[in-house]
């Protein structure tokens, strides 16, 4: 492939998500394509139409996708949404916190409310996520 030709196929896959298996992803960006190992992911942070994700060595990578969108590229028993703005990888949960209705702490000391209208699904998770381990 020749040098031009690789760069608009770079250019039209800007901004998109691509699973490379179970165990990572390639996100697009204007600054490149980040191969991201889903293991590093912590936990994912919506704003609007943006996602932050956050990774176990206290780095960042905000990409301009939702979270929802996010979501659907993500193994769904391993990244659980818990809030309207948050999601968590189930590989670093520390504790669910059953005081103040719930919340997750999670291995980079983040703590996220778990909301009432997902408690059950996250609850489903942990114990499936827990028996798969076995």
Same mark, same amino acid.
């Given at each position: ?51 932050? !994700?956050?990774? &176990? ?10 979270? =929802? #969108?996010? %979501?659907? +590229? ?30 997750? !702490?999670?291995? &980079? ?10 408690? =059950? #699904?996250? %609850?489903? +998770? ?9």
């Amino acid at each position: 492939m020749k040098k031009n030709e690789w760069l608009n196929e770079i250019r039209g896959m800007k901004q998109s998500l691509v699973r490379m298996g179970s165990d990572c992803i390639c996100i697009t960006t204007t600054y490149g394509i980040h191969v991201v190992q889903l293991l590093e992911v912590v936990r994912i942070k919506a704003d609007r139409s943006y996602c932050t !994700l956050h990774f &176990d060595d206290k780095k960042t990578l905000t990409i301009s996708k939702s979270l =929802k #969108e996010m %979501l659907r +590229s993500l193994p769904e028993n391993r990244f659980v949404r818990v809030h309207a703005s948050h999601a968590i990888n189930m590989d670093h949960l520390k504790l669910y916190d059953l005081s103040d209705g719930g919340s997750a !702490l999670l291995s &980079d000391g983040a703590r996220l409310p778990v909301s009432r209208r997902r408690k =059950k #699904e996250f %609850l489903q +998770s942990i114990r499936m996520h827990c028996f798969s381990k076995r």
